[in-house]
């Protein structure tokens, strides 16, 4: 299993097998090298994020559509709109569009700068390439809306939201892997994870 933090690790457990990333670029550079050599019909990217976009909720879900790093890596991923209707079934606020990975964490004023994203986490650009020619979606929870400093005292509860949330995309996760052919018994996919709050 790959993931960060245990208690993201926790959050999607039951899910599928979960492969531990790491937080980073670097390590999320070489989870995505050996995912590859993993057999599973396909991959999806989920964690907590930092929100850019104002009106994001802590809890809210974010669908990557497009990933940007901020060494220029780009990623297109198609599979995040059938996930986001998935987990809008279930009841989440879910937000689909851009996502931007970075190699730090981003104070409010430098996520403010970051034009044309929702969200912005520490892996999910890199780790795209673990998908390869599977079926790829990227979901992460808003664990700190923008505007919000690391040291604000709200930013442990509304971690703990951003956890629940993730839980509660279980299920969402199973339906869209299942209408990805996806097979139960098998290595189900990758789950990259990161703590930016």
Same mark, same amino acid.
């Given at each position: ?13 039951? /899910?599928?097998? +979960? ?18 050599? +993993?057999?599973?019909?396909?991959? !999806? !990217? ?7 976009? @104002?009106?994001?909720? @802590? ?16 990623? !297109?991923?198609?599979? /995040? ?42 892996? /999910? ?9 599977? @079926? ?36 969402? +996760? ?9 097979? @139960?018994?098998?290595?189900?996919? !990758?789950?990259?994870?990161?703590? /930016?709050?």
């Amino acid at each position: 299993m790959l993931a960060p933090l245990r208690v993201e690790e926790a959050a999607l457990h039951g /899910s599928g097998r +979960i492969l531990r990333t790491g937080m980073g670029r670097a390590k999320a550079r070489i989870a995505a090298a050996r995912a590859l050599a +993993i057999e599973a019909r396909c991959v !999806v !990217v989920a964690g907590v994020a930092g929100g850019v976009a @104002p009106g994001l909720l @802590p809890g809210d879900i974010v669908c990557a559509t497009h990933l940007r790093g901020d060494d220029g890596v780009e990623a !297109v991923v198609p599979g /995040s709109a059938l996930l986001a209707a998935a987990l809008e079934g279930l009841g989440l606020r879910v937000h689909v569009g851009a996502l931007a990975s970075t190699s730090r964490l981003l104070p409010p004023a430098e996520r403010a700068q970051l034009d044309g994203v929702l969200a912005v986490d520490m892996e /999910s650009a890199w780790l795209a390439a673990a998908g390869g020619e599977r @079926p790829l979606a990227v979901l992460r929870a808003i664990a700190d809306p923008s505007g919000r400093r690391l040291t604000d005292p709200r930013i442990v509860p509304e971690g703990v939201r951003a956890l629940r949330s993730l839980r509660r995309c279980r299920a969402g +996760i199973a339906e869209w892997a299942a209408a990805n052919e996806y097979v @139960p018994d098998m290595v189900e996919g !990758v789950y990259a994870t990161e703590m /930016s709050a």
